[in-house]
């Protein structure tokens, strides 16, 4: 990346200008000192107290080098909802998981993204800022270096990254919106299941917010906005309220219209790392989804609120799993 030295950093050191302007970390300067052509200045290679004068072009080596060699580069079908030269937001589907695990080495985002920046002879590590469930479809927030990577995890860590979901409830929830606020930890018979628990019981504070979209006799359609970031955070949650996900056959069961959990992640805002300015990303729900919503609400989805409609709702029946709200800057 390249910095042009203005007004506002005339006379300050170099290491200032990559700690208080760039916010970079202690580990990401000390990482650039030992890398050849880490840290230039004008074409030559400066330490950190070097003193930077306006006009002065201050160039750091933070893109990736080199591939990470156990991640297998895979073509896999992964839609591109946003790319620029600092992170890439896929829209993900519904049986891909995030990462590589036990039984998982060739089947995740990591690999698609392996194998599309592969193909551009683009290095890539994976660095993922959020993840989803497997059976979860949407938008993921990926890093494509080390500088974006810490600049973003700072940003969630502040709560200026906010997430939106679509989730189908099964059951009427009579409120039309709330706040859900407990403490979440693992439950004693597994690794995997969360549950509610008190204040001082080993838990982490679990915050949701919701409101109803649109209703049937028998399901809810509510947009959710996390604001804590916690595993099975709103699976949990609507299960706890006595209204679980459809399909969701951990926390309520399984449904004869849906073949997982209808949970789908609509809208990332976030602000860009280059620039702080704040951008919203938007993929529409997926065909799966759109299904269960017109088996379930009928004509009366039609009435909801327009702005969200427009937003959550495929084009067409037609293009509905085709279709993606795609940005791209460059590669």
Wanted: hydrophobic residues 35%.
């Amino acid at each position: 990346m390249e910095y042009k030295i203005d007004k506002t950093t005339d006379g300050k050191t170099v290491l200032e200008v990559m700690r208080g302007v760039l916010g970079m970390s202690r580990a990401t300067i000390k990482h650039l000192k030992f890398l050849e052509n880490g840290i230039m200045l004008n074409g030559a290679h400066v330490t950190v107290r070097r003193t930077v004068t306006e006009g002065d072009v201050l160039s750091l080596a933070v893109e990736d080098r080199e591939n990470p060699e156990k991640l297998t580069p895979c073509a896999l079908d992964l839609n591109i909802a946003y790319e620029d030269g600092d992170m890439v937001i896929p829209d993900k589907p519904s049986d891909m998981p995030t990462h590589q695990s036990f039984g998982h080495y060739g089947d995740t985002v990591a690999n698609a993204l392996a194998y599309r920046y592969a193909k551009a002879g683009v290095p890539f590590v994976f660095r993922p800022v959020n993840r989803l469930d497997r059976n979860t479809s949407g938008l993921l927030l990926i890093a494509r270096n080390r500088l974006s990577a810490a600049t973003l995890s700072k940003a969630m860590k502040e709560q200026r990254i906010r997430k939106k979901y679509i989730a189908v409830l099964r059951g009427r929830l009579p409120e039309d919106s709330g706040t859900i606020d407990t403490y979440m930890r693992r439950t004693a018979q597994s690794v995997i299941v969360r549950e509610n628990c008190g204040e001082g019981e080993g838990g982490d504070r679990a915050i949701t917010q919701y409101r109803v979209i649109c209703r049937s006799d028998t399901h809810t359609l509510v947009c959710a906005s996390p604001i804590t970031g916690r595993t099975h955070q709103l699976r949990v949650h609507f299960a706890s309220l006595g209204f679980p996900i459809e399909g969701d056959d951990l926390y309520g069961e399984e449904s004869p219209l849906i073949g997982r959990h209808a949970l789908h992640s609509f809208s990332l805002t976030l602000p860009i790392p280059s620039s702080g300015e704040e951008m919203t990303v938007t993929a529409p729900m997926h065909g799966d989804m759109y299904s269960l919503c017109k088996a379930v609400f009928g004509d009366s989805l039609l009435d909801a609120d327009p702005h969200i409609l427009k937003k959550i709702l495929p084009e067409t029946e037609e293009d509905n799993n085709e279709k993606r709200s795609v940005q791209t800057r460059t590669v």
